[in-house]
């Protein structure tokens, strides 16, 4: 569902409907996207984070790695922090955040953090069908 909905929104970008910017339509998605994190905050539960905390652990190492990464890229490519914090945004928590962290370098910009995230959805959606090829590969020899 989430590979249709991106490729009808790519597909969507070069037709007459991203005319209706100008009639407020990023406004009107900011609603939604305020709406989207906070039904994803709502779910969850604070008291089984000690439960288990080696996935701490794992997940402190992974985002480490991936702030080394995005710090490197960006000093080889001198991109603006503008990009580093929406682009790690963009990568970590999709659309639902990457337009919030956008917006607050400048209004004008959420759009730039929805393309973002929407270009990682694509690419990462690829990306895993691509590597669950490869694991049943692997799982077969």
């Known amino acids: 569902m989430i590979s ?10 070069f037709t007459k409907a991203k005319n209706y910017e100008g009639a ?9 996207i305020y709406i989207l994190v906070a039904s994803i905050g709502m779910k969850m ?3 089984l984070i000690l439960d288990n905390t080696g996935l701490i652990v794992i997940g402190v190492v992974w985002m480490s790695i991936h702030a080394a990464l995005l710090i490197l890229m960006a000093k ?4 603006p922090y503008f990009f580093l914090a ?3 945004q963009a990568n970590v928590g999709g659309a639902a955040s990457a337009p919030i ?6 209004p004008s910009l959420a759009t730039v953090g929805v393309l973002l995230a929407v270009f990682g959805y694509a690419i990462g959606t690829v990306g895993a069908i691509l590597c669950t090829i490869l694991m049943q590969l692997a799982a077969v020899s």
Request: charged share 10%.
């Open 4 to 13: 249709i909905a991106t490729l009808i929104a790519i597909l969507l970008s």
């Open 76 to 79: 080889l490519i001198k991109a």
């Open 24 to 32: 407020g339509a990023s406004k009107f998605g900011s609603v939604f």
């Open 101 to 106: 962290v956008a917006a607050a370098f400048h």
């Open 86 to 88: 929406v682009g790690s």
């Open 45 to 47: 539960d604070l008291t």
